[in-house]
C-alpha cells in the first residue's frame, strides 16, 4: 500500500516561519493531486492547499499570500512553506494523496503534525 509521512511541525512565535513536508512511499505508480489539511480543535477539517500533477495550485483565502505548497515529484514529496504565521494558523496538518497503485487509485492521509503558532 501507500504510506504519508509528514514531518515539520512545532511551535512558532507569530510571524514565523515553518516549512511542513509529506513524503509518499509503497505501491506507487502515479500520484495525480497532493494537498495539505488542518484541523483546528473543534472546527471541521479544511483544505488548506493542494497541487495537482500538472502544476496547478489552489489556496484558502485565509492563507493566500503567506503559504507557498510544492513538490518534487522525483521524491513523492510535497511541501507547506509557511510564512507570517498567525494563532489562527494553529491546528494539526494533514497530508492527503490522490495515488494509483499498482491495484487500485485511492485517497492516502498522513498521521496529522502539530502546528501551534503562539507566543
Known amino acids: 500500500q501507500v504510506q504519508l509521512v509528514e514531518s515539520g511541525g512545532g511551535l512558532v512565535q507569530p510571524g514565523g516561519s515553518l516549512r511542513l513536508s509529506c513524503a509518499a512511499s509503497g505501491s506507487i505508480r502515479n500520484i495525480y493531486t497532493m494537498g495539505w489539511y488542518r484541523q483546528a480543535p473543534g472546527k471541521q477539517r479544511e483544505l488548506v492547499a493542494a497541487?495537482?500533477?500538472?502544476?496547478?495550485?489552489n489556496y484558502v483565502d485565509s492563507v493566500k499570500g503567506r503559504f507557498t505548497i510544492s513538490r518534487d515529484n522525483a521524491k513523492n514529496t510535497v511541501y507547506l512553506q509557511m510564512n507570517s504565521l498567525k494563532p489562527e494558523d494553529t491546528a494539526v496538518y494533514y497530508c492527503?494523496?490522490?495515488?494509483?497503485?499498482?491495484?487500485?487509485?485511492?485517497?492516502?492521509w498522513g498521521q496529522g503534525t502539530q502546528v501551534t503558532v503562539s507566543s
Open positions: 497541487t495537482m500533477s500538472g502544476g496547478t495550485t
Open positions: 492527503k494523496a490522490v495515488v494509483h497503485t499498482t491495484g487500485s487509485l485511492g485517497d492516502y
